[in-house]
């Protein structure tokens, strides 16, 4: 023990906090998070309503604009970041993500599958005729 | 003195190795309400996740009733959605007004997001109403069935948290800034914004793509 | 007015469960009677009722769970009993009311045993082992237990006032469908469940926060005692899992309250989607029992082996390895249910592969106990008969994660006798490990060790003659849930099994007989050291019971095995402390919150099982009402003075210097 140096860490930052900032660059940190969401949806809309883009790419690009506004929402309104004093938070949040994929991952896969081998009976009736 | 032997140790070992990082002991108290704060939005996820998860599953099942493409107003839902990404600003506009403590933007942010809340929750309210009246009411199928549980549910969340938010304004009203209450807004701004992300979820899943295709 | 509430509810046709009420409620009104007339409410109240007191919060969660484990327990009893006679004929049990027993069987032992057992025990411990004052959020705390008691008496109220489910402990549709269970037998189990499950939501999240940010100085991760670390996990189960529990739950309640059709036969629901999700929640839910059991014999092993826990780290990736696959194992309680071979075999590997952390740790605590100073009290008896018996269910449980041989013991009394052998071979021997060990801290005086050991002989014994017949009836083709059977071959084996149920009942009364000894006995097995057991971590560096503060300063941990080291160091320099200089303590007031707010939840709970709107809204006031109210309140806290801090402690250190002198002088 004795050959050891002993630092005191930090503590974490507390989740939706920021570092020391002025009160106008937190309100220009909202009006960028504001003004890149607002885009992000907009481009949702018009994507889904379109006909310019080749049509079986549009649940993939809804999804991934989605996911990409999801991580504006993080980063500029709930301040979630990757620096050391955020590890909690983060590691929290990975985690719950992990859960999520899993069980919304998890139930389509088996579900489909279940549907496939056993279908619900309102299929089945229909089949037997 | 022991900062100098700190840094010359740093400096001998770039790596680290041999030095022990020591807990500083237990964080400040808005450290500790915000995280478990943070893990109860986390577990609130996971639970809309299931409601995501049983509409994926379920949207097919119309029996014979109306197709999402038939019922969804794209227009009614980008209003709705610009009321509640405004009213993540001006939510945050609130809380930075609490910070700094002024009342008079606090009531005004809080106020403004009052308002667009409830805003979204009429149309909502008004889609709901309209849908039953013409006979596509969640027990006309599957589909509607989990359509209206995973909309209604992220309703619910926000009309709890129009609830929080007026109790919020008549405790700065009654009791001032004082710390519990700041913590207090501090976890009503994470529940307000963590709504808003399963809000971009609900439009992008379930109207979005619900009504292409 | 009253919904679907009237006087045909009471059922006067069935004597079994009148009686059970009548002698219960005569049993309740004796004690509050007891209770006024001696004077002990007000005590009651401010000490116990209104407590924001981790310790105390702790004591009435295992309190809860010990009522339970009696109820539960004489369900069991009529089981075993009604199997044993019930050959050709029809037993003492009729259908309708045999279904009822095995389901509040299962609720009861999993949601109100099991569960306030183990979040009892780290609700009394951890903040101890972190060396911290109370948790992170007390009067929440306070909330999530009274709302646990509330699920409880809601199941217990089903006994008297209408009926309990006939679905089995899990109320799968459609059976649990409102068209094929008109009666709020479902309506009882689901309420009950989505209350307690608040309360025990609020636990978890309370636990995870208190790990992970209020350990005192210098508790850096790696040097957490291992109860900590397994309560960590299974708190971040808790959490990640109770959360799917509450969703399906609630859209079986909107299946049958108001005509959905997320489960239904008709109109594209799909009864599938229940089992996915119901066990997406189940599967975690076991590594949320058994975790802390895990935690609780790593403290039990390594302190009556007087070593240190061999292979810590592999311990501590153990147990974070199976909280992130106890997620991806869930298809296995369904895996005869048409998902095919694909899904079938990769969900069946994950389950084996979980099997490997569990197996790591078995092989720690046999190394932890190797080459140790083994001493055999009652808590390490359990443990040791833990290792044995969770062996054999964990073997049994990997034969069932093969695909192909669960097609032929799904459902079958083999699986019976395996869910039993892990939860009441891991969990219940872990639960009771803990209690013997830490029972002492809780109120300052040891248990009786002969009424302890006596208790352990004939639980561990009774528990071989109950349910390794259950296996082989199993393999004889016995399914599970059966009120009576014609096949001649079973019988001996639920004779046999009956027997056993007899000798575990000498153990439960062996196991009350060490409470009322060890009561009546107290001054001689006094604690006086707060160290009874020579241990290890920081539980143990302060009195017993320890004061409300629980530390006079919060203790700086230069190790693992923290406490070890403090004494170690002590006695080499031959005194503890030199004379501190004491500060004022701020402690978190008593609050009623819990309580009044779980009153309103048990009228409101009520009112929704039986239709009563009116009710439902006025409950839902109350409760809002109530966090107002204590949102309001001006003075959260109140100081105790240096001067009766510094009381305190020194008769605590002087207490622990004789022994520490005396230990020198071995």
Request: net charge neutral; with cysteine.
């Amino acid at each position: 023990m004795s050959d050891q140096t002993h630092m005191l860490a930090g503590h974490d930052l507390a989740p939706g906090d920021e570092e020391q900032h002025s009160v106008g660059a937190r309100i220009l940190g909202y009006v960028v998070g504001l003004a890149l969401a607002l885009l992000l949806t907009a481009t949702s809309f018009f994507i889904a309503g379109t006909d310019l883009v080749w049509q079986p790419s549009i649940p993939v690009a809804l999804i991934v604009l989605a996911i990409a506004q999801m991580g504006v929402h993080l980063v500029f309104f709930l301040h979630i970041t990757t620096g050391p004093d955020n590890t909690n938070n983060v590691l929290a949040l990975a985690f719950g993500l992990l859960v999520v994929f899993l069980v919304v991952g998890g139930t389509v896969w088996i579900m489909s599958h279940l549907n496939a081998n056993m279908p619900p009976m309102d299929q089945i009736m229909p089949m037997r005729r | 003195m022991a900062m100098t032997a700190t840094a010359d140790r740093a400096h001998a070992d770039p790596h680290h190795i041999g030095v022990v990082i020591e807990h500083p002991g237990p964080a400040p108290k808005r450290i500790v309400t915000a995280y478990g704060f943070w893990v109860f939005l986390l577990s609130d996820i996971v639970m809309f996740s299931c409601f995501f998860a049983a509409y994926a599953v379920l949207a097919d099942q119309t029996a014979g009733g109306p197709k999402g493409s038939e019922i969804f107003d794209q227009r009614n839902v980008a209003i709705e959605t610009v009321c509640l990404l405004l009213s993540s600003f001006t939510c945050g506009m609130a809380s930075i007004a609490a910070d700094v403590r002024n009342r008079f933007w606090f009531y005004l942010g809080m106020a403004v997001t009052c308002v667009l809340g409830l805003i979204f929750l009429a149309i909502e309210f008004r889609e709901f109403a309209d849908l039953v009246a013409r006979g596509y009411g969640p027990s006309r199928s599957a589909f509607l069935t989990s359509f209206f549980s995973l909309v209604g549910c992220h309703g619910l969340h926000v009309s709890a948290g129009v609830l929080w938010l007026l109790t919020m304004m008549a405790q700065v009203f009654a009791k001032g800034f004082r710390a519990d209450v700041l913590r207090r807004m501090m976890c009503f701004a994470l529940f307000w914004h963590a709504l808003d992300i399963v809000w971009v979820g609900v439009f992008s899943v379930v109207y979005l793509l619900g009504s292409g295709t | 007015m009253l919904g679907k509430l009237d006087w045909s509810a009471i059922p006067f046709d069935q004597p079994i469960p009148l009686i059970a009420g009548a002698v219960v409620l005569v049993g309740i009104l004796a004690v509050l009677a007891w209770v006024v007339v001696k004077g002990h409410l007000p005590y009651l109240w401010h000490e116990w009722i209104t407590s924001v007191d981790h310790k105390r919060i702790g004591v009435m969660y295992i309190l809860l769970a010990s009522v339970m484990l009696l109820r539960g327990g004489s369900d069991a009893i009529m089981m075993r009993i009604q199997q044993a006679v019930a050959y050709q004929s029809q037993g003492y049990l009729p259908p309708e009311h045999y279904n009822q027993i095995f389901s509040a069987h299962g609720t009861i032992m999993i949601f109100f045993v099991a569960m306030p057992f183990v979040i009892g025990l780290m609700n009394l411990i951890v903040p101890l082992q972190l060396g911290v004052r109370d948790v992170a959020f007390p009067t929440l705390n306070s909330v999530g237990f009274w709302l646990t008691a509330t699920g409880a008496l809601l199941v217990n109220l089903s006994l008297v006032i209408g009926e309990f489910a006939r679905t089995g402990w899990l109320a799968f549709p459609p059976l649990s469908e409102l068209s094929y269970s008109p009666g709020v037998g479902v309506d009882y189990y689901a309420w009950s469940l989505q209350i307690s499950g608040v309360g025990t939501l609020v636990a978890g999240i309370n636990l995870v926060t208190t790990v992970l940010k209020l350990r005192t100085k210098g508790m850096n991760y790696l040097r957490m005692p291992m109860f900590c670390w397994t309560t960590l996990a299974s708190n971040l189960l808790i959490v990640a899992a109770f959360p799917i529990l509450t969703a399906t739950l609630a859209m079986l309640l909107l299946d049958r309250y108001l005509g959905f059709h997320f489960f239904t036969n008709e109109a594209g629901g799909n009864v599938m989607m229940f089992m996915n999700l119901i066990w997406a929640w189940g599967h975690p839910e076991v590594y949320i029992l058994v975790l802390p059991a895990f935690g609780i014999f790593s403290e039990v092993v390594s302190t009556f082996s007087g070593k240190a826990l061999f292979g810590y780290r592999s311990m501590v990736l153990a147990t974070m390895a199976i909280c992130v696959i106890s997620f991806m194992v869930w298809l296995h309680h369904f895996f005869t249910m048409g998902a095919g071979p694909d899904v079938n075999a990769i969900f069946g590997i994950a389950s084996m592969i979980i099997a490997i952390p569990t197996g790591v740790k078995i092989y720690n605590w046999l190394f932890t106990m190797y080459g140790g100073r083994i001493r055999f009290a009652t808590p390490m008896l359990w443990s040791i008969g833990f290792m044995v018996t969770f062996i054999i269910g964990g073997l049994t449980g990997v034969l069932v994660a093969v695909p192909p041989a669960d097609f032929m013991l799904h459902n079958s009394m083999f699986l019976v006798a395996h869910f039993h052998n892990v939860i009441i071979g891991g969990v219940l021997f872990g639960a009771f490990a803990g209690f013997e060990y830490w029972f002492p801290k809780a109120f300052g005086f040891r248990l009786d060790e002969r009424w302890g050991k006596l208790a352990f002989w004939f639980t561990f014994f009774g528990f071989y003659v109950t349910f390794i017949p259950l296996y082989v009836a199993g393999m004889l083709g016995m399914t599970r849930r059966m009120q009576h059977y014609d096949v001649a071959a079973w019988r001996p084996w639920m004779l046999v099994a009956a027997v056993g149920m007899a000798v575990l009942t000498i153990g439960v009364i062996c196991q009350i007989m060490q409470i009322v000894v060890s009561i009546r006995n107290r001054e001689a097995l006094r604690d006086r050291t707060g160290d009874p057991w020579d241990g290890r971590s920081l539980e143990w560096a302060t009195s017993s019971p320890p004061p409300v503060f629980n530390f006079a300063f919060n203790p700086d941990v230069r190790g693992e095995d923290a406490y070890w080291d403090m004494k170690a160091h002590a006695k080499q320099q031959s005194h503890e402390h030199d004379a501190p200089e004491y500060h004022d303590i701020e402690m978190p007031r008593n609050s009623p919150t819990g309580f009044v707010c779980a009153f309103f939840a048990t009228i409101m709970g009520f009112a929704l099982i039986w239709h009563i709107w009116w009710m439902v809204v006025l409950g839902g006031i109350g409760a809002f009402a109530t966090f107002v109210v204590f949102a309001w309140r001006d003075h959260d806290e109140y100081v105790i003075p240096a001067e009766e801090v510094a009381a305190i402690d020194r008769v605590n250190l002087a207490e622990r210097r004789d022994l520490v002198s005396m230990a020198g002088t071995v």
